[in-house]
């Protein structure tokens, strides 16, 4: 499996270089220039509607409502966290001159006027719980590029990326709303602007704090890190899994939300190796063995809900291997499904011509190529399999 590994990497790379890294997003509707010039656009119910068209249908309609390709500051970090994996595992000047690169890119496109670094999204995003304007500071990005910089950090023993990973921490410390907090536990919000508690950004935002505490041995933003995995735990159901969140709104649980829950645990719970890993590391399992038997059919089709077949998702199956690659710590063979859900997507969601589908649904494929939500994720899910294939 090795070289179609190595082919269906090296094709994907260059149909994204070849597009600059930039393209469409699921949720890039709302910068259609057609909706912007009509008053739709300030109703709520008609930026979910007019988002969930352009997410679901198997045509694309972008070109005709004028939305423009764009370059995603989630989407850059990922595709630098793929090339840092393969600079790990080549040693070459060329991998290590385009993650730099990336790296480069992703620094300039930071936000201003903030308490540190963050980046935003380059779409206006109407979620269930609230409507951030494009170019909103948010914690998801922003945990993604602190990983990035952290990766980096470590990859070239770089002191500057250290640096600019630390000045992420002011942005989460500083700028974002904290929710439930008490001298243990704590939920950061998604943005500045709202004051939603949700698990897994929460959790990113924790983990980027530990991270980059256990780079710059500061206790503190350990305490900060295990402070919002303290909170996770406590909202962990007696299934092992987590809601979206814990209002009644968020009830759903889903497969790659799931994924981010377990890979920050699992981060936040290596860097601190605190006294309380014992109780990180049951909920841990217990969480993992839910969304191992759960979400995945035995021939790897990764199932978007638990309790539903359809859709299934590349983004979901690219960050269950990612995190699967990192889970091997509690179970051995979890590379083992990471194999099997890859063998899937090349089968079931890669085009020939170098790029994978959003999703194949009951009765079709929505073969749109998404830049951030595909292209990157599975560049990365590729590079971490090569990369541990070495080893």
Known sequence: MNDELEHAYESLVAWCRERGYAGYDPFDALNSRLFQATPLKNYRAARIIWTQLFKRSPISFRKIALVPAGKNAKGTALFALAALSTFRRTRTKEAEAEARALLDALWAARLEGLSGAAWGYNFDWQSRAFFAPRGTPTIVPTAFAARALIEAAL??????????????????????????ET????CFSYTPLDRSRIFNASLLAGETLASVGALTSEPELLEWGMKTARYAVRHQRADGSWAYGPERRHAWVDNFHTAFVLLSLTRIKAACGSSESDDLTNAIRQGYEFWRTRFFVADG?????????????????????????????????APVLAEKITAWALHHLYDARGFFYYQRRRFYTVRTPYIRWAQSWMLYALARLLEKGKH
């Open 183 to 186: 001298e243990r536990e704590v």
């Open 301 to 333: 089709w990764p199932k978007y809900y638990h309790d539903k077949l359809y859709p299934a998702d590349v983004h979901s199956a690219a960050a269950a291997i990612v995190a699967l690659l990192e889970l091997e710590s509690i179970d051995r063979d």
């Open 155 to 180: 990859a070239f023993n770089d002191e500057d990326y250290t640096t600019r990973a630390r000045s992420v921490c002011e942005f989460i410390l500083r700028d974002l709303q904290r929710e439930d």
